[in-house]
T-cell receptor
């Protein structure tokens, strides 16, 4: 079965501290993974995708097929990073949908 | 408008009544998705449209839920005989399609918050 697991509901750090939001997936096909972010009073939006291998707003995420993980990292958190973060898996077999995890709320304190 | 538009933004209804939620996707986006967002549950997939057809409706919780899309554009999610557990934010998203595959970048609306009393 396809599944995305985000084990932490809430992650609290101080400004300048490193951040790692965990995401693990279960999928028998070739995985395509994404991170979406929802800032307060804004729409859910794409943050980054693994195939792009890019850094967005200082965030990076590496797909580790051996550990079936796609953790989101940032070396120095900023207050404006406070938001809800969702990891998502694209399922293409017989469908074309994204499955989302339950989300992790990141709080960055000054 | 430039983005995905949903209406109503808020709906309060009594248990047992029917509700209709509307989604107007970005022009040219052939794929349209409905998700339900509940506290602690993340985003729960409901149904996916490609054009006017729904190849995957596996997430609809019960036969009280149905959705349609017309003209490859506007979609309506209907919940019949609402129950209190239907209370949630219903999100619509649309996506481009290249070569028969969606890009994976979903553009979300602001959602319709449904409260069933």
């Amino acid at each position: 079965a396809q599944r995305v697991t985000q084990p932490e509901k809430l992650l609290s750090v101080f400004k300048g501290a490193p951040v790692e939001l965990k995401c693990n997936y279960s999928y028998s096909g070739s995985p395509e993974l994404f991170w979406y972010v929802q800032y307060s009073r804004q729409r859910l939006q794409l943050l980054l995708r693994h195939i792009s291998r890019e850094s967005i707003k200082g965030f990076t995420a590496d797909l580790n097929k051996g550990e079936t993980s796609f953790h989101l990292k940032k070396p120095f958190a900023q207050e404006e990073d406070s938001a809800m973060y969702y990891c998502a898996l694209s399922v293409r077999r017989n469908t074309d949908k994204l499955i989302f995890g339950t989300g992790t709320r990141l709080q960055v304190f000054p | 408008g430039a983005g995905v538009s949903q209406s109503p933004s808020n709906k309060v209804t009594e248990k047992g009544k029917d509700v209709e939620l509307r989604c107007d996707p970005i022009s040219g986006h052939t794929a349209l998705y409905w998700y339900r967002q509940s506290l602690g549950q993340g985003l729960e997939f409901l149904i996916y449209f490609q054009g006017n057809s729904a190849p995957d409706k596996s997430g609809l919780p019960s036969d009280r839920f149905s959705a349609e899309r017309t003209g490859g554009s506007v979609s309506t999610l209907t919940i019949q005989r609402t129950q209190q557990e239907d209370s949630a934010v219903y999100l619509c998203a649309s996506s481009l399609n290249y070569g028969g595959r969606n890009t994976g970048e979903l553009f979300f609306g602001e959602g319709s918050r449904l409260t069933v009393l």
